[in-house]
């Protein structure tokens, strides 16, 4: 072949043939990457003097290339079209490749495609060195660096031709993914080309970052607004002047507004209408946090008591520019608050154990209470069951799903009386807590307080107890700020507030307030066919705890029909659970009962001689018996001997049924 070099290129044109003549592989005059390069293709078995076409991919396979390489050919387009623009009219060509040196963009003139020289430049071509030999791109792809081969430095002779510079192109986490190339006549070369595609690949580079780090920023941005949106509580963004920019879904809701309607707004006049409103400017005025801060606002549905928390937004020069401030409605704290320390009823009615006519007098009482808001009194002695009853009408009724808030009114010292009911303020006696305390009404808010042992309340309690009931509003101790509230109202006591209302220790005007609904919850002495249920309840109760199983001494129930239970069903609880623990094989007898119990029924209830109390009780027991077996007959006749709908009617179950069946021999 004859090629016309002059100089320098005709040596090195003498140490190409050397090399592939004789396989000398001591040229000095040669780049040392160059001889790498060189010798990388006599390994992939390259030859120097083939004239065919390459390896090229099309099809399938070119359109999966183009996809996954879509990002690089879209951020390179503008710097290859820049680039082109320097070049054109000389016969150069500027291409993108893949990191497997396959073509994936071009920019070049019409004839670039029919010059020999340039021909192979083509979409899909490969100008890997295992297909194209030593050639900038392939070379700049295995050294990963850029690169500049000139005329014989190409291993392959038909390129001799060309001047070839690249440059590996990097994704942001440093992998190779492609070269930019500028590709023309080896007479054409300038000195700064290289330089220029260098400089191209770097922008390409620089352009990926930022992308990334964009996309970062919008995904992170996304979270932001997704978390801001899907937050609880209502968060509101402020800008220098204290005018509302930004908020969320849950600060809508609590203002009724919408948030075009909120944008743009003061935020002391969406508190103008409420409490607070000064605290709140002077706050936002003060560069500095604050936190759960009591206000109330005015909103189209009412007041809205809210903890408020302000946190100012300071730049890099120190200089505020705004606030964050979150707003947490206080039945939301409370629910959250009821939620986990307990302040829920869990019984029912179903768990009233007692078929007696006194205990199903009270129970259908108190179901009624349940359905309204009234205030109800419950009366009866220590152990009767008072708090089941009032749980058992808090969950009849509509503020089942709402907190259940029990006070004891006697186990309180009397100093404390005031500030467990009422709240108190930051500081307003000594050893109150910093941050004050929010009282036992605040919390049942929307729900149910229980006052047991009302009959023991102070006196100088009652008086506020009565203006609460009365205004439904209260003023915690040491506060000035009224607190509406929505209460029902329930209470108990075992003693007689009429006697305590005569001899000056209760309020008047406090025992009609309260005494809207009474129930009188009987006693055990005066229901005690209701002992055998109640024994059985907790005996079964004790057996499934345990895992054990227990028989019971037919004697036992003489004992406990003839004994007065003073503590009533929870001291009958005590017995049961005091008798299985002294369990001999299994079995409940007369010897497991307490002294109390045997000694004062040592005889046995057949040789009791009956006072006229005890046998005019004995004669309604009777007289009772006699009109549950009649009714019992009748509905059995009326439904036709089905258990299940006679059960259905008296509101029992069919094991209650058959066994008030076996008691009056109706069946054996």
């Known amino acids: 072949m004859n090629v016309q070099v002059l100089g320098s290129e005709k040596i090195l044109y003498e140490n190409w043939q050397a090399f592939i003549g004789s396989g000398d592989r001591h040229l000095p005059l040669v780049r040392t990457q160059i001889i790498r390069s060189w010798n990388r293709c006599v390994e992939a078995g390259v030859d120097p003097l083939n004239i065919g076409l390459r390896d090229y991919i099309h099809g399938d396979k070119l359109a999966v290339a183009l996809l996954e390489r879509e990002e690089l050919i879209r951020v390179a387009h503008p710097f290859m079209a820049d680039l082109y623009r320097i070049v054109r009219g000389t016969g150069f060509v500027v291409v993108l490749t893949n990191e497997q040196g396959y073509l994936l963009e071009i920019f070049g003139d019409k ?208 200089t505020f520019t705004g606030s964050f401030i979150t707003l947490r409605p206080i039945k939301a704290v409370q629910s959250l608050v009821h939620r986990y320390s307990g302040y829920l009823a869990s019984l029912q009615f179903r768990d009233i154990i007692g078929e007696s006519c006194e205990m199903q007098e009270a129970v259908q009482l108190a179901k009624l209470s349940a359905k309204s808001a009234s205030n109800v009194l419950l009366q009866g002695e220590s152990g009767t069951g008072k708090e089941i009853f009032a749980q058992s009408i808090h969950n009849q009724g509509r503020r089942s799903a709402a907190p259940f808030i029990p006070l004891n009114c006697g186990a309180i010292p009397r100093e404390l009386v005031g500030s467990e009911l009422f709240g108190y303020e930051d500081g307003a006696f000594t050893g109150a807590r910093k941050s004050g305390k929010i009282g036992k009404f605040e919390l049942a808010s929307g729900g149910t307080i229980f006052l047991d042992e009302i009959g023991d309340m102070p006196l100088e309690h009652q008086a506020v107890l009565l203006r609460v009931i009365q205004e439904k509003r209260l003023t915690r101790i040491g506060g000035l700020r009224e607190i509406p509230i929505d209460v029902r109202l329930i209470c108990a006591t075992h003693k007689n507030l009429l006697e305590k209302v005569s001899d000056g220790t209760f309020r008047q005007d406090l025992y009609y307030r309260l005494n809207v609904m009474s129930i009188t919850i009987p006693p055990l002495r005066d229901r005690k066919e209701d002992i055998p249920l109640l024994f059985e309840h907790f005996l079964a109760k004790l057996c499934h705890d345990r895992g054990a199983r227990l028989t019971v001494d037919s004697d036992v129930m003489h004992y406990l029909y003839s004994y007065p239970w003073p503590g009533n069903v929870r001291e009958l609880q005590n017995v049961v659970e005091r008798a299985a623990n002294l369990a001999i094989n299994g079995v409940v007898g007369v010897n497991q009962l307490p002294n109390e119990i045997t000694h004062k029924s040592k005889l046995g209830p057949q040789n009791i001689i009956a006072t006229p109390k005890q046998s005019n009780l004995h004669d309604r027991r009777r007289q009772q018996q006699e009109r549950e077996k009649q009714q019992l007959l009748h509905l059995l006749d009326m439904h036709h001997g089905n258990v299940s709908r006679v059960a259905r009617e008296l509101g029992v179950s069919r094991k209650t049924i058959y066994n008030r069946m076996h008691r009056h021999d109706i069946i054996n």
């Open 111 to 318: 004839e670039a495609a029919k010059t020999p020289l340039t021909s192979n430049f083509f979409i899909g071509a490969s100008w890997h060195e295992k297909d194209a030999g030593t050639n900038a791109i392939g070379t700049a792809l295995e050294e990963q660096q850029s690169v500049q081969v000139s005329g014989p430095e190409h291993f392959c002779e038909k390129h001799h031709g060309l001047t070839c510079s690249a440059a590996p192109i990097v994704d942001p986490i440093g992998n190779l993914i492609g070269t930019l190339n500028i590709s023309g006549a080896h007479e054409s070369a300038h000195l700064h080309t290289l330089g220029m595609v260098v400089a191209g690949a770097k922008a390409i580079i620089a352009q990926l970052r930022i992308i990334k780090k964009n996309n970062q920023l919008a995904q992170a941005n996304k979270k932001l607004v997704d978390f801001f949106n899907m937050v609880s509580d209502a968060v509101m963004i402020l800008d220098c002047y204290g005018t509302v920019v930004e908020l969320n879904p849950a600060a809508e809701k609590i203002f009724c507004k919408t948030r075009t309607d909120l944008t743009g707004i003061p935020l002391h006049s969406l508190f103008s209408g409420g409490t607070g409103g000064k605290e709140i400017c002077t706050i936002l005025n003060c560069r500095y946090s604050r936190s759960e801060i009591e206000l109330t606002l005015e909103t189209a549905k009412g007041h809205c008591r809210c903890l408020v928390s302000v946190e100012p937004i300071i730049n890099e020069q120190e």
